[in-house]
């Protein structure tokens, strides 16, 4: 049998090792480092900018409601104009904490990818999925991967309403 002392010294060394780890100490060896702790502690936090292009006007729309997942982003654009506005997915890119980028596709509506453009009818809302592409074309998480947090997503997007034309970009910002 084992005497106390052997047991708390060996309770005491595993404590600290899982303190070191937990803490995402730099002591640990870069291995144990990048370790993911199978339990996500807090929910995941986001801010979403939208940044106008120089010379652009108020933002025609807004963003009601933001929810990130492991390699994507579901927004929540509502249209308060008395007027129809029509959104144009232009471009984007997905980033990752260690500078990692891939392209994004963007799911618009009820009937799936959209690189065509949004309508938004007056005083209602959509809801658009933006998820990050592998080299192949195909979403990253449908291969296995997953991009964990801290990521940023950048939409490039122009808004058409009558005869005026908005250009800038929404930044999706998840810790």
Not at 45 to 53: G, I, L, N, P, R
Request: hydrophobic share 40%.
């Amino acid at each position: 049998m084992l005497s106390d002392r052997v047991l708390s010294r060996i309770a005491g060394m595993g404590g600290l090792v899982a303190l070191l780890w937990l803490s995402g100490c730099q002591f640990l060896p870069p291995e144990l480092r990048s370790i993911k702790s199978p339990i996500r502690l807090s929910p995941l936090k986001h801010e979403v900018t939208v940044q106008s292009a120089q010379g652009m006007g108020p933002v025609p729309f807004k963003i009601d409601q933001a929810n990130a997942g492991s390699a994507e982003v579901s927004l929540t654009f509502s249209n308060p104009t008395a007027s129809t506005i029509r959104v144009v997915w232009t471009e984007g890119i997905f980033i990752t904490a260690d500078s990692m980028s891939y392209p994004i596709g963007v799911k618009a509506g009820p009937d799936g990818s959209s690189t065509e453009p949004t309508t938004i009818e007056p005083n209602s809302t959509i809801r658009v999925t933006v998820i990050a592409l592998a080299k192949d074309g195909k979403p990253v998480a449908s291969g296995g991967k997953s991009i964990e947090a801290p990521y940023r997503v950048g939409l490039k997007l122009t808004v058409e309403r009558s005869i005026e034309r908005w250009r800038g970009t929404v930044w999706v910002f998840v810790s």
